[in-house]
Structure formats: C-alpha cells, structure tokens
C-alpha cells in the first residue's frame, strides 16, 4: 500500500528524540494560495474571542502553549515555492465531557475545489482489533491501558511539507496587531492522515524496541 511505502520509506528520528514522518500526499499537489480564505476565517474567530473572555483566554493559551512546547513555528520568510503552501483554518471545541478546549485544523475547508485533505491518503486502520483486545485480557491477572497525551503532535512532520500547514495566529494572542504566519510541526487533529500516521509510529517504535523492552 502506498501510504505505508510513504512511511517506510521516510520515517526517522528528529534530534529530540521524536519520530518525524511526511505527509503522505496521493501526489504532491499544486495548490492555489489560499490566506484569503484563511484571514476569512479568522476575521470570524476574531469576533468570537472579542465576544467571549473564557473562550478567548482558553484559545491564546493552548496556542501558547502549541508555540512553546515547539508544535509550531514561525514560517520563514522566504516565500514558499509556488503551490507547495496552503494555510489550514482553526477553529474551537469543547470535549462534552471534559469541558475542555481543543483548538482543531480545518484541513477540510475548501478553496477553488482543494482541500488539504483532498490530496492525503487516509492509509489502513492499524487499530488493535476489539475482539482481540478483550481476549488478551484474559491472558493475564493484570491489564494495562494508557492515554497518548497530544498523540498526533507527538510525531513530527518533515521539514519539506510543514509549509502546506501554515496559519494564522496573532503574537502574544494581542488581537489588535496583524496575524502572523505560523506552520505547524506536527501531525494535525483535523487531518485525515494523522490516525494512520500515528499508530504507525506506534507501531514503528515498539518495532523498534522490542529487544530493550521485552518480556524477559
């Protein structure tokens, strides 16, 4: 399958210790400039964080947050080669249950018929069967679960495609200067790539370290 030749084929360690992968692209696509759409968008945003304290404090600090831990950067300033960016729109929603925050990527927003999305291979589902999980339960007196925190933005996204997830953000979250241009340095929750992405890397990390961590 393509999608996993993609990742086979490229995946590897950043400095930090983080896997970094490419996006895998059905075919690296010509894009049409898109920031018109984008600045749009967050006009809109704009409006709803002037309208709502809580949200709006929530919403500057999980980007805050995303800057600082290194989840994204600034774009450089050399201009990007031509149809290789696009800037993905965000918007906020709250966990039912949590009541908490999350900041998604609209990688589906359209513009002149392209979407991010449109062009990204959604790869296999590498999710451990049901079935098979409630029989190795079983097995054992004890089971063991966890919770991946940020599990798409623990994997990185090759320095070459970061360009197709720019956006827009204002410095400091002051809404009175003009937006910035951000990109993204991982994988999206909003791209349909990212859970395929994701339980590769999984899967390629215990792979990986399978002698240094087996059952004795």
Same mark, same amino acid.
């Given at each position: 399958?393509?999608?996993?030749?993609?990742?086979?084929?490229?995946?590897? $360690?950043?400095?930090?210790?983080?896997?970094?992968?490419?996006?895998?692209?059905?075919?690296i696509?010509?894009?049409?400039?898109?920031? +018109?759409?984008?600045?749009?968008?967050?006009?809109?945003?704009?409006?709803?964080?002037?309208?709502?304290?809580? =949200?709006?404090?929530? %919403?500057?600090? =999980?980007?805050?947050?995303?800057?600082?831990?290194?989840?994204a950067?600034?774009?450089?300033?050399?201009?990007?080669?031509?149809?290789?960016? #696009? %800037?993905?729109?965000?918007h *906020?929603? %709250?966990?039912?249950?949590?009541k908490?925050?999350?900041?998604?990527?609209?990688?589906?927003?359209?513009?002149?018929?392209?979407?991010?999305?449109?062009?990204?291979?959604?790869g296999p589902? !590498? $999710?451990?069967?049901? +079935? *098979?999980?409630?029989?190795?339960?079983?097995q054992?007196?004890?089971a063991?679960?966890?919770?991946?925190?940020? $599990?798409?933005?623990?994997?990185?996204?090759?320095?070459?495609?970061?360009?197709?997830?720019?956006f827009? #953000?204002w410095?400091?979250?002051?809404?009175? !200067?003009?937006p910035?241009?951000?990109?993204?340095?991982?994988?999206?929750?909003?791209?349909? @790539? @990212?859970? *395929?992405? +994701?339980?590769?890397?999984l899967? %390629?990390? +215990?792979?990986?370290?399978?002698?240094?961590?087996?059952?004795?």
């Open positions: 399958m393509r999608f996993i030749q993609i990742l086979e084929d490229n995946i590897k $360690m950043d400095e930090d210790g983080h896997l970094k992968m490419p996006l895998p692209f059905k075919h696509p010509d894009l049409p400039n898109n920031y +018109a759409l984008a600045a749009k968008r967050l006009d809109h945003l704009k409006t709803k964080l002037n309208k709502n304290k809580d =949200f709006r404090e929530e %919403y500057c600090q =999980f980007m805050q947050d995303t800057l600082t831990r290194g989840d950067e600034e774009a450089p300033q050399d201009s990007p080669v031509k149809g290789r960016e #696009w %800037y993905v729109p965000h *906020g929603v %709250y966990h039912p249950q949590k908490k925050l999350r900041v998604v990527f609209d990688c589906s927003a359209k513009f002149q018929r392209n979407s991010l999305n449109d062009h990204l291979l959604v589902n !590498l $999710m451990n069967n049901l +079935a *098979g999980v409630l029989c190795r339960f079983r054992y007196p004890i063991i679960t966890c919770d991946v925190e940020k $599990m798409f933005h623990q994997f990185r996204v090759n320095e070459e495609h970061r360009d197709f997830l720019r827009l #953000w410095k400091d979250g002051n809404l009175t !200067l003009e910035t241009v951000y990109r993204m340095k991982v994988h999206l929750f909003g791209a349909t @790539s @990212s859970p *395929g992405c +994701a339980n590769y890397g899967k %390629y990390l +215990a792979k990986e370290n399978a002698e240094e961590f087996s059952e004795g």
